[in-house]
């Protein structure tokens, strides 16, 4: 079972390049996330989406946007990458938004801004 | 603001042996606290749960502690194995988490 795949996963980017991050689920679950985790520390939440054609900010949101294109897929944009981008990404999917809903990553895609 | 965050950020344990791993939470309003599993390279792996209106409980191997009184959660391994290293997460929420820095344990052989 595939689970959460998430593409690419390496990317080095200049500084001003745009791109997006793809991931898709086939848990058929509701609800998808997409997290940054920097070095030493935990996961810090940019965007989900409760449900397919909705999504909302999360802690981190400044520099990105997303698009839930259907109930498999949520994608992640960088319109103009800066250096504090680099980061892992990680996609995430669960059954629904709360409660005691595990959530499901990917394995995420590593992002370097030169 | 809030913020969950970890004791000791590595945690060496000998093989067989059981390894506790901490976390304190600051937000007494936290109804939702998971523990995730993270190898190098790989997306954290969900272990177990709970919920605040219980104080224990038990999976295979692994067990939750909560105590709310002092806004503590721990995650108990038993009978340590390889297989169980890993940078073990904390996270607290109901709708959005927010994650711990991580513990790193290694097992001694």
């Known amino acids: 079972n595939a689970g959460v795949t998430q593409t690419p996963k390496f990317q080095v980017l200049k500084t001003g390049q745009s791109m997006t991050l793809q991931c898709a689920q086939d848990?058929?679950?509701?609800?998808m996330y997409w997290y940054r985790q920097d070095p030493g520390m935990g996961l810090r939440l940019i965007y989900y989406?409760?449900?397919?054609?909705?999504?909302d900010k999360g802690e981190v949101p400044n520099g990105y946007n997303v698009s839930r294109l259907n109930k498999r897929e949520f994608s992640l944009r960088l319109e103009s990458a800066a250096p504090s981008q680099t980061s892992v990404y990680f996609c995430?999917?669960?059954?629904?938004?709360?409660?005691?809903?595990?959530?499901?990553f990917g394995d995420g895609t590593r992002l370097s801004i030169l | 603001g809030e913020s969950v965050g970890l004791h000791l950020p590595t945690l060496s344990v000998q093989e067989g042996d059981n390894s506790i791993i901490n976390c304190a939470y600051s937000?007494?309003?936290?109804?939702?606290f998971i523990w995730y599993k993270q190898e190098s390279g790989k997306g954290p792996q969900f272990i177990i749960d709970?919920?605040?209106n219980m104080d224990k409980r038990q999976g295979q191997r692994v067990t939750v502690l909560l105590n709310k009184t002092v806004k503590h959660l721990s995650l108990q391994i038993a009978a340590t194995q390889p297989g169980d290293s890993a940078v073990y997460f904390c996270?607290?929420?109901?709708?959005?988490?927010?994650w711990g820095a991580g513990t790193k344990l290694i097992i001694k052989p």
């Open positions: 848990m058929n679950h509701n609800s």
């Open positions: 937000n007494s309003a936290s109804d939702y």
């Open positions: 989406s409760a449900s397919e054609g909705t999504t």
């Open positions: 709970i919920r605040s």
């Open positions: 995430a999917s669960s059954a629904a938004l709360g409660g005691n809903q595990p959530q499901h």
């Open positions: 996270a607290e929420g109901y709708y959005q988490l927010i």
